[in-house]
């Protein structure tokens, strides 16, 4: 198999405050554009199905390959019309990737669908992983023998230290650092925020911020080589 699933939020507000957020462009478009130059395929897929908000400042932030994406009307097309979880087949996919942007804390962790896909891509021998907040998708995460994906694992995510930085730390409905913990993760960091960083423990591979969105997609590439 040589598909993968790129998963992105539909979620455009923090929670009930209107303060705008929803997919961080670079993540997905740095993800998708290294792996589609290393010959796998990608269907973007969202936990409501439909269109996916863009956080505004990763738009306004973005870099040249990111606005390249942004000015495909295609691609951009893509994200108006993304497939429901609950309508994918886990069984077409060699890995799960979790996009991030702070949406994503607010309909990743709950979806059941895509817990399900993920698991399923998991026992049958793929990649899990996620960049920056798409490991809010990790946390809840149950395989078949009732453990928990992250428990014992080592795992990376935005941090609290990061969240203080982007200035959203209030704001946020939970600190990822401290949820990961909280599920037996062993959740480790760069030492300078925001920053590249990327780790892998076996098939479950976690990027930590918008910057280690290359690093992750090196190393997810990696991982399924050797499978």
């Known amino acids: 198999m040589n598909r993968i699933?790129?998963?992105v939020t539909n979620q455009a507000t923090y929670g009930t405050n209107p303060h705008r957020t929803g997919l961080w462009i670079a993540e997905l478009v740095h993800f998708y554009d290294g792996v589609r130059q290393a010959g796998f395929e990608v269907d973007i897929v969202s936990p409501a199905g439909g269109q996916v908000p863009l956080d505004p400042r990763s738009t306004r932030w973005a870099d040249k390959q990111a606005r390249e994406y942004l000015n495909d009307r295609a691609f951009m097309s893509s994200l108006n019309r993304t497939t429901s979880a609950a309508d994918v087949d886990p069984a077409q996919y060699a890995a799960i990737f979790y996009t991030?942007?702070?949406g994503v804390m607010w309909d990743f962790p709950s979806n059941v669908a895509l817990q399900q896909a993920a698991r399923q891509i998991y026992e049958n021998g793929g990649v899990v992983s996620s960049v920056c907040h798409g490991a809010s998708g990790l946390l809840n995460i149950t395989l078949s023998d009732g453990s928990l994906l992250v428990d014992g694992r080592t795992v990376t995510?935005?941090?609290?230290?990061?969240?203080?930085?982007?200035?959203?730390?209030?704001?946020v409905p939970f600190l990822l650092e401290d949820e990961l913990r909280n599920?037996?993760?062993?959740?480790i960091r760069n030492t300078i925020p925001m920053t590249p960083f990327a780790t892998a423990d076996g098939r479950l591979v976690t990027g930590q911020n918008p910057y280690s969105t290359k690093a992750v997609t090196a190393k997810i590439i990696e991982t399924l080589h050797r499978l």
Not at 161 to 170: F, G, H, L, N, P
Not at 183 to 187: I, L, Q, S
């Open 5 to 7: 699933l790129a998963v």
């Open 100 to 102: 991030g942007g702070h």
């Open 157 to 171: 995510g935005f941090s609290t230290i990061e969240e203080r930085i982007a200035m959203v730390k209030r704001r």
């Open 183 to 187: 599920r037996g993760a062993h959740y």
